[in-house]
């Protein structure tokens, strides 16, 4: 008797936890019947009343936007019985809005006045420390690479994209440990990964990673976000002083990339569509002017991390001075 309870206890229990849509894979089952069967999960193990049946009518699922029904799915969307649907969203020209990974509002047209030989030139201990650290972090990176830019530009970019949400997490936490706003600064360290994570997806339309490189991308993270995320804790202004030196390695393999597409050794090729929605680019941009927009963000990038570890060597908190909020 107590064997059968505790039996009915652990797979009533554990069941509704253990199915996913990962259960049924697109391939193997059709959609629809997966969204099908998972409101009958639902309804299941909810086990409504009969006058909770008869009050709560059946929720009509909106239809999915275009962009997201693949040829031979169900027009049904799971996401749907929570009366989630994505609005109807159009570029400036008419044309449909096809990316779901960012919206119009958040496109902009790159700022290329912006100085790309500022440096930060290393006086104190810590400022010599993040230098020789990112110069000595170059070797290996220019020994496996050497003149491949666009797979070095690829892979770096999964680095890059590292910090700002470290120290975005590690403020936000701060943030809530103190009763305290954070001036901003949370956003704005999210927002550079977020553009770093874009230089990445737009990289991945232009380079192909082979497997060695995914892999080596792996071991990579797991060293890099661990070892960032305990010099963050440690000392920020270290942290971002490593960060914006990174950035004026990052504009230096950008010009050297950029020489040599304009010497002719890399193929000119057309900007993937991503980028020409990201920044705005003319509808005949080309792979030079991806280069020259990245680029650019990342002298920003660089400006706003000296500038936040200027902060701390003057002994403040971040809050205390204006986040560069939506500084590309
Ligand atoms: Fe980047
Ligand atoms: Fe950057």
Redesign the pocket.
């Known amino acids: 008797m107590i064997r059968v309870l505790a039996r009915s206890v652990i797979n009533g229990g554990s069941f509704n936890r253990n199915v996913s849509m990962a259960a049924f894979p697109d391939k193997a089952l059709d959609r629809g019947f997966a969204t099908t069967v998972m409101r009958m999960i639902t309804t299941a193990s909810s086990s409504p009343t009969e006058g909770d049946r008869k009050e709560r009518p059946t929720p009509t699922p909106a239809p999915a936007p275009a962009s997201e029904v693949k040829k031979g799915e169900s027009h049904v969307m799971a996401s749907s019985y929570w009366g989630i649907s994505r609005p109807k969203i159009k570029r400036e020209d008419g044309t449909d809005w096809p990316w779901n990974c960012f919206m119009p509002w958040e496109t902009y047209e790159a700022d290329l006045s912006v100085d790309l030989s500022k440096h930060h030139v290393p006086k104190t201990f810590t400022d010599k420390f993040a230098y020789r650290t990112v110069k000595l972090l170059r070797i290996p990176t220019d020994l496996f690479f050497q003149r491949r830019y666009g797979c070095r530009a690829m892979m770096l ?1 999964t680095v ?1 994209a590292v910090p700002g949400m470290v120290g975005g997490v590690l403020l936000h936490l701060r943030s809530l440990r103190k009763f305290q706003q954070s001036g901003g600064w949370i956003k704005a360290l999210l927002e550079e990964a977020e553009n ?1 994570r874009m ?1 990445l997806m737009t990289m991945v339309e232009l380079v192909k990673p082979k497997w060695y490189e995914r892999l080596l991308v792996l071991a990579v993270q797991g060293v890099f976000f661990n070892a960032y995320f305990v010099v963050y804790l440690l000392s920020p202004k270290l942290a971002h002083r490593i960060v914006g030196y990174l950035e004026e390695e ?1 504009i230096h393999s950008y010009t050297d990339y950029l020489k040599d597409v304009n010497a002719g050794k890399i193929e000119n090729v057309p900007a993937p569509a991503i980028a020409i929605d990201y920044w705005r680019l003319p509808k005949d941009a080309t792979l030079k002017d991806v280069i020259t927009v ?1 680029r650019a ?2 002298a920003h990038h660089r400006d706003v991390n000296h500038f936040a570890s200027d902060i701390h060597f003057q002994g403040k908190q971040l809050k205390e001075a204006p986040a560069p909020l939506g500084y590309h």
């Open positions: 970019e890059a770093e230089h990052a990245v963000d990342e």
